[in-house]
C-alpha cells in the first residue's frame, strides 16, 4: 500500500505525541546535563578557583598529599583534573562508613578548597537523563528506546517538509497562530536536523551497548590482590610513590596529558585491581579520558601496560566517541554550550509539536461540530469545542499515563536518595 503524505503526517504525531511527556523530560533533562558542571560550579564555591596565567602540570602527589591529610580516615578513589578555566581540581574519596564524597582543591596552589556531596548537580541530571534513577538496565533501555520515536519523527518530518532545504531562510508567516507555530517547528526542525540524527544514533547506541553489543577493551593492566591482603595500601600510596610514577609517565607516554589519576580498588575481592591508572587525553579523537592511560602496579611500581586511543580497535572507537558526541564535550565550553542551545531547540520541538496538533484539531473539531446528523463529531456530552490541553493528552493516549508515572516515580526516587544521603 502506497503511504500518502497524511499517513507520514500520523507517524509523525504518534512518533513526536504519543511520549511527549517522558521525551520532554528526557531532553530537558539531558540538555541541563551538558552544563551540569557548570551548574555545580554555580552553585558550589569550592569549585571557585580564581584562574592563574600559569599552566603548570598538577602535581597529582601534592593533590593527593593534601587531600588525604585533609581528611586522613577517608579512602582516595580518583582525582581528576579541572575540567575548565576557574574550576578546581576534584578528589573522589570514601568515608570509612562507605560513604562517597569530593573534596575540591586548587590547582595552582593544591590547598583544599572545600567540599561536596556525591550525589551533586552533575549525578543528579546525569541519573535523571541516563536511567531516570531506576535501576540501570531498566531504566537505559527505557530511555535509549526513544530514541527510536526521535529517529522516527526525524524521517518522517523531512518526509512531510516539500524542499526542506529551503527552509533554512524560512520566514515564519504571521496570518494566525497555527502557521505561525508551525513555520516555527519546521524552522527550529530544519537547523537542528544534523543534531537530532546525532543524538538518535548514539541514543540507539547506548541501547545496544546495555544489550550485549558494548566494547571490550584490553584487560592487561589488571592485577589479582595478593593473598593475605590487609589494609598495608594506606602506606603503600604515598606522595612519593605517586611523583615517581608521574616521571615514569611523562617518559613512557610524552604525548599524554593526564587528566585523571585512578587508584586501585581495594574492595577485597578477588577481582580488585591493585593498579594505578593515569588517564588523559593524547593523539585520539573523539575518546574519552580513559582511552589513554599507563598503567603501574602499586606493590612493584612495574609498568603493566600502555593504552592508546589510536590503537583501539572500530568497536571500541565507536564507543569511545558516543559520549563526546552525545554530550559535545569534544571541544571544551565552546562545544557545550552549543549542544546545550541544540538541546533546547530538541525541547521546544517537542512543545510546539505538541502546540500544534492541538490546534490542528481544534480546527478539525470546530469543522466536525458544525455538521449535523451521524457526522457530528462531539467530544464530550455538552461540548463540541475543548481546550488545547485536553485536546493534546487525548492524542497522547495511555502514554501520557506512561509519561507521568516514568517522570513522577524518577522525582520520588531521586527525593529518597537524597533523604538517604
Known amino acids: 500500500m502506497k503511504i500518502n503524505r497524511r499517513r507520514w503526517y500520523r507517524w509523525h504525531s504518534f512518533s513526536g505525541l504519543s511520549l511527549s511527556i517522558l521525551l520532554f523530560f528526557i531532553s530537558a533533562t539531558g540538555t541541563l546535563a551538558v552544563l551540569s558542571h557548570e551548574i555545580d560550579w554555580l552553585f558550589n564555591s569550592a569549585l571557585r578557583i580564581a584562574p592563574q596565567s600559569e599552566t603548570a602540570e598538577l602535581s597529582w602527589a601534592a593533590l593527593y598529599g593534601k587531600a588525604s591529610h585533609a581528611y586522613p580516615n577517608a579512602r582516595i578513589s580518583s582525582i581528576t583534573a579541572p575540567i575548565n578555566t576557574g574550576f578546581a581540581a576534584e578528589v573522589l574519596a570514601v568515608k570509612p562508613d562507605g560513604k562517597r564524597f569530593r573534596i575540591y582543591l586548587n590547582p595552582y596552589t593544591n590547598q583544599v578548597t572545600g567540599i561536596g556531596r556525591w550525589m551533586n548537580w552533575q549525578r543528579y541530571l546525569r541519573q535523571f537523563h541516563r536511567h531516570l534513577m531506576l535501576p540501570t538496565t531498566l531504566g537505559v533501555t527505557l530511555v535509549s528506546s526513544t530514541s527510536l520515536l526521535l529517529l522516527i519523527s526525524f524521517l518522517t518530518g523531512i518526509v512531510n517538509y516539500r524542499r526542506w532545504w529551503k527552509g533554512f531562510a524560512s520566514v515564519p508567516r504571521k496570518n494566525n497562530k497555527r502557521l505561525f507555530w508551525g513555520d516555527m517547528h519546521r524552522l527550529l526542525g530544519v537547523w537542528s536536523l544534523a543534531f537530532i540524527l546525532l543524538i538518535s544514533v548514539t541514543g540507539l547506541w547506548y541501547l545496544g551497548e546495555r544489550w550485549g553489543l558494548a566494547a571490550q577493551y584490553p584487560d592487561n593492566d589488571r592485577q589479582v590482590m595478593p593473598d593475605g591482603y590487609d589494609e598495608q595500601w594506606r602506606e603503600q600510596i604515598t606522595p612519593q610513590l605517586l611523583q615517581s610514577l608521574q616521571d615514569k609517565v611523562t617518559l613512557l607516554y610524552p604525548t599524554l596529558v593526564v587528566r585523571q589519576l585512578q587508584l586501585p580498588d581495594f574492595s577485597l575481592?578477588?577481582?580488585?585491581?591493585?593498579?594505578?591508572?593515569?588517564?588523559?587525553?593524547a593523539?585520539?579523537?573523539?575518546?574519552?579520558?580513559?582511552?589513554?592511560?599507563?598503567?603501574?602496579d602499586i606493590y612493584t611500581e612495574k609498568h603493566l601496560a600502555i593504552r592508546k586511543g589510536t590503537s583501539l580497535d572500530v568497536h571500541v572507537r565507536l564507543s569511545e566517541a558516543a559520549d563526546p558526541l552525545h554530550f559535545?564535550?569534544?571541544?571544551?565550553?565552546?562545544?557545550?554550550?552549543a549542544w546545550f542551545l541544540f538541546g533546547l531547540v530538541l525541547t521546544a520541538l517537542i512543545v510546539t509539536g505538541i502546540y500544534i496538533y492541538s490546534l490542528r484539531m481544534l480546527k478539525e473539531t470546530t469543522k466536525q461540530s458544525s455538521l449535523s446528523g451521524p457526522k457530528k463529531r462531539l467530544i464530550s456530552d455538552n461540548t463540541t469545542v475543548v481546550s488545547l490541553k485536553a485536546l493534546a493528552w487525548r492524542g497522547m493516549g495511555c502514554g501520557a499515563w506512561v509519561g507521568i508515572v516514568l517522570v513522577v516515580m524518577c522525582l520520588v526516587l531521586a527525593v529518597l536518595c537524597e533523604v538517604n544521603s
Open 283 to 296: 593523539d585520539a579523537v573523539l575518546v574519552r579520558d580513559r582511552a589513554n592511560h599507563v598503567a603501574f
Open 328 to 337: 559535545g564535550t569534544f571541544w571544551g565550553l565552546k562545544s557545550k554550550i
Open 269 to 281: 575481592t578477588k577481582l580488585s585491581s591493585t593498579a594505578i591508572l593515569f588517564r588523559g587525553q
